[in-house]
């Protein structure tokens, strides 16, 4: 039905536009002659200006090309239908783009001179027969004829262009995707980006760990990628958002008449493996492993916080997220989600199209996020490792609307350590505090910068701190710490209540950095203690808060800072301890 409706649109926009080429090319050759202009001119000028008419031509002609190939590759139609009906025939015997674009020039130029040729007869048949046209006005008539040619050919691909990028309408996944259109327009040859794509994930593959569960998500009707990991992996799981794409997996699963033929990309996968020349045994050998390997078939949505009821060791995810999507907000967010997905020090491996604001499947465009590596490496960040990201040309702008990918693997952090593995220095304290309410709880909330030896220097490392509990005591007179901290794989402390009772004779608040009850680390214990204080903040002198409250006696080589609170009501100080002897 669309391709109907496609060649209905072409063949309307075909005689729309050549009529009103005709009619202003026309009227602009008869206004040239009529306008006295060229009155008076010998045959050699006049050729001259018909030279100069040809070029201006051929310039309008080209943009028009261009203009014309995007609309074939965005829309499937074209204002030429020579053109569409040569684009079509070169897409169905052709894998080239390049041959595709050839044909689509072709017929798009071969209608433009045909019409050149009627000109041509009709100017110097008038000449031949009519008394009234001399030979000197027909080639004025061509002349002004060719250069309002060129004006409209230029003017109809500046349109063109610009409702494109004004009024782009992506397809839906809902209802336009059709696999079967998507796996035959990119999948029946190893083309450039899974060239790149397929190499990284086998070296990928040697970095991982083995016999551990592997998630593919957003896989697409595609098994390309999968071979790469077959060898590694315990078992295979494989998650998309569409279930018609995973009744195609099954089918090749099944190895049901009609699945896609995968051995181009097996046999690639075994030469980036080291086998120069796989057999094809060794190729069915690879593929009877995958199929072993493949024990589950979910469907996921990334707009989900959780995707998948499950962690996992490994997440592969190539052109998944970025090619969802237009919206790079709404990409973060699938990236977040399925990033949750791994488990702390687990492996991640990803790919995007660079810079693509729409890929082409069918003549129909499907959204891109439009992201490069930069965009990658932020929404990485902080819960991965840095990793390296590369930048894989790959030229298929015209085929596909693309001309690069990001190719990616990334390390989830481990886990936070509870023990402090060396002092390290607080540089700031942006804020602590929390307003005070009488018999309530709150909440404290503060933010740090920390100075970490491995970081270059005069570059603080800021993380959020949030420690939620009771700021004072509710009926206990020794009441426990009442929060964990970790701000940073470098510190852990504990938070003590501001006014608890118990150290001195009559309870007396304890000094500053104390653990209640007076107890100090445990065997095996480095802490560093934060303590938060009720006082009253006057006016900021010299840039430094100061408090009056509580005494405060910090302890041999503490270091204290301070911020005011809410309307200058509630202040925290806090105190960094050397790790305990």
């Not at 083995?210 to 998650?239: D, Y």
């Not at 404290?444 to 100075?451: F, K």
């Not at 934060?530 to 430094?544: F, I, S, T």
Request: neutral net charge.
């Amino acid at each position: 039905m669309t391709g109907l409706r496609n060649w209905i649109v072409s063949i309307a926009a075909t005689v729309a536009s050549n009529y009103a080429l005709d009619a202003f090319a026309a009227a602009a050759g008869v206004a040239l002659v009529a306008s006295g202009l060229i009155a008076g001119l010998g045959v050699p000028w006049l050729l001259l200006i018909l030279a100069v008419s040809y070029v201006a031509w051929a310039v309008g002609l080209r943009a028009a090309l261009h203009a014309n190939w995007t609309l074939l590759l965005r829309t499937g139609t074209s204002t030429n239908v020579l053109s569409k009906g040569a684009y079509d025939l070169a897409r169905r015997t052709s894998r080239s783009a390049r041959v595709a674009r050839l044909a689509a020039a072709a017929g798009y130029a071969g209608t433009q001179v045909a019409g050149e040729a009627i000109y041509y007869a009709g100017a110097f048949g008038a000449a031949a027969f009519s008394d009234s046209v001399t030979s000197t006005e027909a080639l004025g008539f061509l002349a002004g004829a060719n250069l309002a040619a060129a004006l409209y050919e230029y003017g109809l691909a500046r349109i063109t262009t610009g409702l494109l990028r004004r009024w782009r309408r992506y397809a839906s996944f809902d209802t336009d995707w059709e696999p079967a259109e998507y796996l035959a327009g990119y999948y029946r040859s190893v083309e450039p980006d899974e060239v790149a794509t397929v190499a990284f994930l086998v070296g990928a593959m040697r970095q991982a760990e083995s016999g551990r569960p592997v998630l593919f998500f957003g896989v697409g009707p595609t098994l390309h990628h999968v071979f790469a990991a077959a060898e590694t992996a315990s078992e295979i799981h494989l998650g998309d958002y569409l279930p018609a794409n995973l009744a195609e997996i099954r089918r090749w699963i099944r190895r049901e008449p009609g699945a896609h033929d995968w051995r181009p990309f097996v046999r690639y996968t075994l030469q980036c493996e080291g086998i120069s020349g796989p057999t094809d045994e060794q190729i069915a050998a690879r593929e009877d492993l995958t199929r072993s390997k493949i024990t589950k078939l979910v469907q996921v949505d990334a707009r989900h916080p959780r995707p998948v009821d499950r962690h996992y060791p490994m997440v592969i995810s190539p052109y998944c997220a970025d090619s969802a999507t237009s919206d790079r907000t709404t990409w973060l967010m699938f990236m977040r989600h399925i990033t949750g997905l791994v488990e702390p020090g687990g492996l991640f491996i990803t790919a995007a199209l660079r810079r693509c604001r729409g890929y082409t499947v069918a003549g129909k465009t499907f959204p891109g996020a439009d992201v490069d590596e930069h965009d990658l490496r932020a929404a990485l960040r902080p819960e991965f490792e840095p990793g390296a990201i590369e930048v894989r040309e790959t030229s298929q702008d015209a085929a596909h609307g693309y001309s690069a990918v990001l190719l990616c693997q990334a390390r989830r952090r481990p886990p936070l350590p509870s023990r402090v593995a060396q002092p390290v220095q607080l540089v700031e304290v942006h804020r602590l505090h929390a307003p005070v309410v009488a018999d309530q709880e709150h909440e404290l909330v503060g933010a740090v910068a920390l100075d970490e030896p491995l970081r270059p220097a005069g570059e603080p490392l800021v993380r959020p701190l949030q420690i939620g509990g009771p700021l004072g005591p509710q009926g206990d007179d020794h009441p426990p710490p009442v929060g964990r901290i970790a701000v940073g794989r470098d510190i852990s402390g504990l938070l003590e209540p501001a006014q608890h009772a118990g150290h001195g004779p009559g309870g007396e608040v304890g000094p500053l950095g104390d653990l209640p009850r007076g107890g100090g680390p445990g065997v095996g214990q480095e802490v560093q203690a934060l303590q938060v204080a009720d006082g009253q903040a006057q006016p900021v002198r010299d840039g430094v808060p100061e408090h009056h409250g509580q005494p405060r006696h910090l302890p041999s080589g503490a270091h204290e800072v301070g911020d005011r609170g809410r309307g200058g009501r509630l202040v925290g100080h806090a105190a960094i301890m050397p790790p305990a002897r």
